[in-house]
C-alpha cells in the first residue's frame, strides 16, 4: 500500500477548500475497501468461517462508534455542532431495542449464523482488532474535537464499500438472509448527511498549511485503523 502523501511546503500558501477537500478525498486508494480480504468478502471468495469473523470482529468497532460520537460531543463547546452531531449516537444507538446500526449488524451475524450472545460477549474479537479501535476511540477523548471530526470522514468512502456488499452478496452468499444486509442499505444516505457536516468542521477548521497537513495526517491514521482491523481478521481466518 502506498504510504506517500501529498506534501506541502511550509512557506506555501494553503490549500483552497475545492484543493483541500481534493486531497482528503484522494486518500480513498488507501481505504479498506481495496484491502485484498475485502476484495475477497466482495467477490465471494470467503468462507462462511471468514465472513462470521469479519462480522464478528466489526462488531468491536461498531459497537465503539458511539462511544467515540460522544467523546466529541464531550469535548465540543459548540452548541449547533453538538446538536447535529448528536444524531448520529441515535444512528447507532437507536431510541429503543431493535432500532439503530448496532442492532442492525447483531441482525447481521444472525444472519450468517452468529447468536446474539455471541455477537456480545465479544468472544471472537481478536486482540489486535480490540487495539486498533481502542486506540481510535482514545484518539477522540484525547484529541481537539475538530481532529476527532476530521477522523469521521472515512465516511467519504463508505457508500460505495456499502453498495458493493449489496450488489454482490446475494449472489455471492445466497445462505446469508437478505435482511442481514439491512445495516449496509441504511448507512448509504446517513454517511452521505454525515460526510456533508464532517466536511463542512474540516474545511472551516484546518485553514493553515500546516494545519491542512494535519488534517490529512489525522484521516491517514484512521484508515490505518480500518486496514489493520482486515489485517487482522485475514490472519486469523486465512484462505
Known amino acids: 500500500m502506498n504510504t506517500q502523501l501529498p506534501t506541502q511546503a511550509l512557506h506555501d500558501a494553503p490549500w483552497t477548500p475545492a484543493q483541500f477537500e481534493a486531497r482528503l478525498r484522494a486518500l480513498e486508494s488507501r481505504y479498506h475497501i481495496h484491502h485484498p480480504f475485502n476484495q475477497r ?23 465503539n462508534i458511539p462511544l467515540k460520537d460522544a467523546a466529541i460531543l464531550s469535548n465540543c463547546p459548540d452548541r449547533p455542532t453538538r446538536r447535529r452531531w448528536i444524531q448520529r449516537l441515535v444512528d447507532h444507538d437507536g431510541q429503543a431495542d431493535g432500532e439503530g446500526g448496532i442492532d442492525a449488524w447483531v441482525r447481521l451475524g444472525e444472519a450468517v449464523g452468529i447468536d446474539p450472545a ?35 470522514l472515512t465516511e467519504m468512502f463508505a457508500p460505495q464499500i456499502h453498495l458493493d456488499r449489496l450488489a454482490g452478496w446475494p449472489s455471492h452468499y445466497p445462505w446469508i438472509e437478505p435482511d442481514g444486509l439491512r445495516y449496509f442499505r441504511s448507512r448509504v444516505p446517513l454517511a452521505q ?23 490529512l495526517e ?12 482486515l489485517d487482522a481478521v485475514e490472519k486469523a481466518w486465512p484462505l
Open 193 to 215: 448527511r454525515d460526510v456533508e457536516h464532517g466536511l463542512e468542521v474540516t474545511l472551516n477548521h484546518f485553514r493553515t498549511p500546516e494545519a491542512q497537513r494535519r488534517a
Open 218 to 229: 489525522i484521516l491517514q491514521f484512521k484508515l490505518d485503523i480500518l486496514w489493520s482491523i
Open 41 to 63: 468478502l466482495n467477490s465471494g471468495k470467503c468462507s462462511r468461517e471468514q465472513i462470521r469473523g469479519w462480522v464478528a470482529n466489526r462488531f468491536y468497532y461498531q459497537i
Open 118 to 152: 455471541t455477537m456480545w460477549a465479544q468472544s471472537l474479537v481478536l486482540p489486535s482488532v480490540r487495539f486498533a479501535v481502542d486506540a481510535y476511540v482514545n484518539f477522540a477523548r484525547r484529541a481537539p474535537w475538530q481532529e476527532a471530526v476530521c477522523s469521521s
